[in-house]
């Protein structure tokens, strides 16, 4: 009796040892990520058959949404709109984030959670080594339209810094991995450099592990401001510009005023009239038409430019060798309401190689906290949250 009640103690301290060694796990979706939902009491709509009335509703995503007509209805009240240097949702819209804290609505995108899946493979491979989902396990959404300035004065960081604190006190005083994805790791890393003090996140934080992060920006969101990019979501791609325009993260992940990365003298978009660098943005929106596009480049933060360390122990996870827009080139009568013929470069398939790698700098700015590059050769932007050796990476980082 006394050696059973030995072993079975025994089993016990191993077992509490093995859970209390896992890092607790905070992620940080990117763009289009997690779910959102709308609320409206409107004067107007762009049809009949779009409702000016309703409690809250998923706008994203939803296939009802996307029909057709309907799509419509989903442009308007998805859409934000500037005026005066500051960005608003159309009048009579209320949009809000579902979920925070949970996992549920960054695992599948559609709330029947069944049709669009996305970092369901990454919370199923990390629930079967012993995460809990709500407690070890759990995510911070976000409204992905918007920059990391205005998700500041929405009180996103607050929200996050609160999480992270209590997943640290939940966990045996275990400090934090926040694992980002796309936009979700600039997002993070603001909050990181310009929000938290170096006490903080020495105390509460582990590890930062971005993939696929969007570092220096990206051509694919020159595509989208300037004529559209559905992006495989059922619209045409001037129905894409209009809601893209109005949406303050495309500005932000256009490509950075950097000329270690962007060349000032090779252009980005090809024209018959003329040609236009990352350096000539102003000249661009004059000439697509869109003025007011350059007011909004304008109003970002522009904290990428610097690439600031985060003076956190860092794994810099992206894929290669994935053909990637790297410039824009458009036929008389093309530019700009009509699809360019893109030419590749390396990169994700999403993000520019250049981009990717420019993590690299924090080797040097951060000789204190070890930084890890690791590219996965033939891995899109968006199979490294499903793809088999990233998702092992990344949990050995967590359980080691």
């Known amino acids: ?75 308007n009240n998805s859409r934000m709109l500037f005026d005066d240097g500051k960005y608003s949702n159309c009048e009579g819209v209320q949009v809000r984030v579902p979920g925070f804290g949970d996992t549920d609505t960054v695992e599948h995108l559609d709330a029947e959670e069944f049709l669009i899946p996305y970092m369901h493979d990454l919370v199923e491979l990390f629930t079967k080594h012993g995460y809990v989902k709500g407690v070890s396990l759990r995510a911070a959404p976000y409204d992905w339209r918007l920059s990391p300035d205005l998700l500041q004065q929405g009180g996103y960081y607050d929200n996050l810094q609160n999480l992270a604190e209590t997943m640290y006190k939940d966990n045996n005083n275990t400090s934090v991995t926040i694992v980002t994805h796309s936009l979700g790791s600039p997002t993070t890393l603001y ?67 950097d000329n270690k990365i962007w060349s000032s003298t090779d252009p980005v978009v090809v024209t018959p009239e003329r040609n236009y660098t990352v350096f000539d943005y102003q000249a661009l929106f004059n000439d697509m038409k869109y003025p007011m596009g350059y007011s909004q480049y304008q109003a970002l ?56 790698e420019a993590c690299s700098v924090w080797k040097v700015a951060q000789p204190s906290h070890p930084v890890e590059l690791r590219g996965f050769p033939g891995v899109s932007h968006f199979d490294m949250v499903t793809n088999d050796d990233v998702l092992q990476a990344v949990l050995e980082i967590v359980t080691n």
């Open 1 to 75: 009796m006394l050696l059973r009640n030995v072993f079975a103690l025994s089993l016990l301290t191993v077992c509490w040892s093995i859970t209390t060694a896992l890092s607790p796990v905070l992620i940080v979706p990117g763009i289009l990520g997690n779910q959102l939902q709308a609320k409206l009491d409107k004067d107007y709509a762009p049809h009949e058959w779009c409702s000016t009335q309703s409690d809250w509703y998923t706008v994203w995503f939803s296939l009802e949404q996307l029909a057709p007509y309907v799509v419509d209805c989903f442009l």
């Open 191 to 257: 909050f990181l450099t310009q929000v938290v003090s170096q006490e903080w996140k020495d105390k509460y934080l582990k590890a930062f592990v971005p993939l696929s992060g969007v570092w220096k920006g990206t051509v694919k969101a020159v595509i989208a401001v300037v004529s559209g990019n559905p992006d495989g979501i059922p619209i045409t791609p001037l129905e894409a510009r209009y809601l893209e325009r109005g949406n303050p993260a495309n500005y932000f992940l256009m490509p950075v005023l």
């Open 301 to 356: 933060p522009t904290f990428l430019t610097e690439l600031a360390a985060p003076h956190v122990t860092t794994y810099c996870y992206y894929g290669t060798q994935v053909e990637t827009p790297l410039k824009l080139v458009y036929k008389e009568g093309q530019f700009p309401d009509t699809q360019p013929t893109v030419l590749k470069g390396n990169g994700d398939g999403t993000v520019n190689d250049a981009s990717l």
